[in-house]
Every structure is written in structure tokens, then in C-alpha cells.
């Protein structure tokens, strides 16, 4: 007997120019076996990195509270990972944590949370200053994987990480947590 198709929601960015966010994440995740439900939390023109900025509209706690609710209403809800990114309100992020409970009432072996903390990159936020502190102490110990750049694990973790050896250390104050997988996905050049 083969085992149920692996679901992921997927709660990210969505822009109608370029491949950040959900755009880039549904695809290669079905290539892989996975059932993708994107739930997106921004639509914008482009990401936010553009120097003449961007266009479009952030989804706040409210709306992801009425989506998801509608979803368990439906009994489609039932996820075994939840995979996050860009969160660009504090009430959005604070709704994820409602989510990341939900889910794991739903599925409370093996469920699997993979967050992105997109919170800026060389040295520059693309969410307000508040988010951070919501990360460390509400998100990061949710997560069962956390996959920042070495910015946003300087941030995250207080520590500089300049090279390999900071980067481990980085690594294992985050460990201390609550993710058991961390992943820094990029080192300053």
C-alpha cells in the first residue's frame, strides 16, 4: 500500500514579473510528488528589490485567518508541511503561528513547518523591524527547518557571520531556538 501524496501549504510572496515566492516554489515542489496548495501573502508587480520599488497589495492576519478558515471548513485543511516565505505584516505573521497550531492538530506526526524568514538581504530589511523579534520568539521554535541568508541569521541570532566558522555558530544558536534543520543559504562574498 503506498502512502498518501505529501501536502504542502505554501504561505509566500506572489509577484506577476519575476520568480520569487510562490511562483518559483510550486512547480519544482510538484516536480517532486508534492500536492501544492499556495496561499499567496502578497500579490506585487515585482519583488521588493527593484530600485523604483514595487506595486500591489499585502494580505493581513484577517484575510489569512477567513482563507484558512474556509479551508477547514471544507476539510481541506489537512497539510503535512506548511512552507513559509515572505510575511509582510506583523498581523500576518502572528496568523501563521494560528496556522502553524492548526496544522499540527491536523497532523500531529510528521508534519513538517520549512520557513523562509524573508526578512531583507546585504544589509537591507524588506519588512518592517518589528518582524524579527516575532521570528525569534514565536516562529523559530515552530520550525522544524528555517532557511535564512546570512543576513536575516544576523539578525535572527545576534551573531555576525562573515564566513563558515561564524555561520556554524549562527547555526547552532538557532538550533537553541527550536529548528532542528538550519540552512544558511548564502555567505557574504
Known amino acids: 500500500m503506498s502512502?498518501?501524496?505529501p501536502r504542502v501549504l505554501s504561505i509566500q510572496s506572489h509577484v506577476v514579473h519575476g520568480y520569487v515566492g510562490n511562483k518559483?516554489?510550486?512547480?519544482?515542489?510538484?516536480?517532486?510528488?508534492?500536492?501544492?496548495s499556495p496561499l499567496n501573502s502578497v500579490q506585487f508587480s515585482n519583488h521588493t528589490g527593484y530600485e523604483n520599488g514595487?506595486?500591489?497589495d499585502v494580505v493581513d492576519g484577517e484575510g489569512l485567518r477567513r482563507l484558512v478558515s474556509g479551508m477547514?471548513?471544507?476539510?481541506?485543511?489537512?497539510?503535512?508541511?506548511?512552507?513559509?516565505?515572505y510575511i509582510g505584516s506583523e498581523s500576518f505573521l502572528e496568523a501563521v503561528v494560528s496556522v502553524v497550531s492548526s496544522l499540527l492538530d491536523l497532523t500531529p506526526t510528521g508534519f513538517k513547518y520549512v520557513c523562509d524568514p524573508v526578512l531583507g538581504d546585504?544589509?537591507?530589511?524588506?519588512?518592517?523591524?518589528?518582524?524579527?523579534?516575532?521570528?525569534?520568539?514565536?516562529?523559530?521554535?515552530?520550525?522544524?527547518?528555517?532557511?535564512p541568508n546570512a543576513f536575516e541569521?544576523?539578525?535572527?541570532?545576534?551573531?555576525?557571520v562573515g564566513g563558515e566558522e561564524e555561520a556554524?555558530?549562527?547555526?547552532?544558536?538557532?538550533h537553541g531556538m527550536?529548528?532542528?534543520v538550519v540552512v544558511i543559504t548564502s555567505l557574504p562574498k
Open 3 to 5: 502512502s498518501p501524496t
Open 24 to 36: 518559483s516554489a510550486v512547480f519544482p515542489l510538484q516536480l517532486l510528488g508534492f500536492d501544492v
Open 54 to 56: 514595487f506595486k500591489g
Open 72 to 85: 477547514s471548513s471544507n476539510g481541506v485543511l489537512a497539510h503535512s508541511h506548511l512552507l513559509t516565505g
Open 122 to 147: 546585504d544589509g537591507r530589511l524588506y519588512v518592517p523591524a518589528s518582524l524579527v523579534s516575532h521570528y525569534r520568539s514565536s516562529v523559530l521554535p515552530l520550525a522544524y527547518m528555517v532557511t
Open 153 to 160: 541569521a544576523e539578525l535572527l541570532t545576534g551573531a555576525k
Open 168 to 174: 556554524k555558530e549562527a547555526c547552532r544558536i538557532m
Open 178 to 180: 527550536g529548528p532542528r
